[in-house]
C-alpha cells in the first residue's frame, strides 16, 4: 500500500512554471504505475499524465501535450509533474495516485491535493 502527498502548487501568471510533487509512503512505490489527475472548480476529475514504473514512458493526453512533463525518482519514491506555459484553464486542485492499469485507472484512494491557480 502506498500513501501520496502532494505540495508544490501556487499562484501562478498565465505563461509561467510550477513543478508539483508527490512524495509517496510504502515499500512497493518503485513497483507501481504512477499518474497525476486534476478537478477544476464545478467540472469533474481528469487524467493529466502517466509513467511507467522504470519512468521510461509517458503518456499524456492532448490538452497538456508538450506543456506538462511527467518523471519520477524512485530512489526518493517521489513522482514529479513540471508545467510550463500555465493558461488559466489549467487551474485545478492536481492530484496523483497510483494506477491499477495503463494509462489513467487511478487507485480507489486519494490523498488531499495541492491547488494551482493561473491568473490572466
Known amino acids: 500500500q502506498v500513501q501520496l502527498v502532494e505540495s508544490g502548487g501556487g499562484l501562478v501568471q498565465a505563461g509561467g512554471s510550477l513543478r508539483l510533487s508527490c512524495a509517496a509512503s510504502g515499500r512497493t512505490f518503485s513497483s507501481e504505475i504512477m499518474g497525476w489527475f486534476r478537478q477544476a472548480p464545478g467540472k469533474e476529475r481528469e487524467f493529466v499524465a502517466a509513467i511507467n514504473r522504470s519512468g521510461s514512458v509517458r503518456y499524456y493526453p492532448d490538452s497538456v501535450q508538450g506543456r506538462f512533463t511527467i518523471s519520477r525518482d524512485n530512489a526518493k519514491n517521489t513522482v514529479y509533474l513540471q508545467m510550463n506555459s500555465l493558461k488559466p484553464e489549467d487551474t485545478a486542485v492536481y492530484y496523483c495516485?497510483?494506477?491499477?492499469?495503463?494509462?489513467?485507472?487511478?487507485?480507489?484512494?486519494w490523498g488531499q491535493g495541492t491547488l494551482v491557480t493561473v491568473s490572466s
Open positions: 495516485n497510483v494506477l491499477r492499469n495503463w494509462p489513467r485507472t487511478p487507485s480507489d484512494t
